[in-house]
């Protein structure tokens, strides 16, 4: 059972930076397409982020392009989503999920972290 762990998130002033870590605990999930989702309170999980398994081909949701990027260290089994120019609309709870290919469509992901908040402050 393939488990990811993210880690990172926390409190920070409008227009500052987080990076979020997500770990993989078995190396087979260097093979996953892995994507970032955020559920803010009262409302659906959505997509954010996503990257294929090469690191080749990225994909974001509109509402990040150009403030958040999402990469990945295949060796260290871990992906990364560095967040700046943060907005209060930002805060969150973010999660890391792993599908067989790179998608933005949530009932596509099989394994997913316990999340990680993220709280932006006006």
């Known amino acids: 059972q393939v488990q990811l762990v993210e880690s990172g998130g926390g409190l920070v002033q409008a227009g500052g930076s987080l990076t979020l870590s997500c770990a993989a605990s078995?190396?087979?999930?260097?093979?996953?397409?892995m994507g970032w989702f955020r559920q803010a309170p009262g409302k659906e999980r959505e997509f954010v982020a996503a990257?294929?398994?090469?690191?080749?081909?990225?994909a974001y949701v509109d509402s990040v392009k150009g403030r958040f990027t999402i990469s990945r260290d295949n060796a260290e089994n871990t992906v990364y989503l560095q967040m700046s120019s943060l907005k209060p609309e930002d805060t969150a709870v973010y999660y890391c999920a792993a599908a067989p290919i790179m998608t933005i469509r949530l009932t596509q992901y099989n394994y997913w972290g316990q999340g990680t908040q993220v709280t932006v402050s006006s």
């Open positions: 078995e190396r087979t999930v260097s093979t996953y397409a």
């Open positions: 990257i294929r398994w090469t690191g080749g081909s990225t």
